[in-house]
Nanobody, 116 residues
């Protein structure tokens, strides 16, 4: 089993920045892809960003140019740097990992609240 633990959420004013971390219990080398999802009140869970072992990234159109996803294999951690935050970014953010064994894991989520 892979455990994912998110941290870094909180309350920030619009235009501010937050950096989310997702610590994995195993080497990130076995994670074919990792990503961040978010779910806002009354909304479906949506993909925010993904990154593969090879460093290929994808972003939702709503966050392109503002968010950056990265992986630190030495520290077994994935990050989501969020800049120029908007109130519509308010959501619970979830870390996700897809392993080389084709198993999918989720973190517990961390709340991000952006005030206007």
């Amino acid at each position: 089993q892979v455990q994912l633990v998110e941290s870094g959420g909180g309350l920030v004013q619009a235009g501010g920045s937050l950096s989310l971390s997702c610590a994995a219990s195993v080497s990130t080398f076995i994670l074919k892809a990792t990503g961040w999802y978010r779910q806002a009140p009354g909304k479906q869970r949506e993909l925010v960003a993904t990154i593969t072992r090879g460093g290929t990234t994808t972003y939702a159109d709503s966050v392109k140019g503002r968010f950056t996803i990265s992986r630190d294999n030495a520290n077994k951690t994935m990050y989501l740097q969020m800049n120029n935050l908007k109130p519509e970014d308010t959501a619970v953010y979830y870390c996700n990992a897809f392993t080389i064994s084709s198993n999918n894991y989720w973190g517990q989520g961390t709340q991000v609240t952006v005030s206007s």
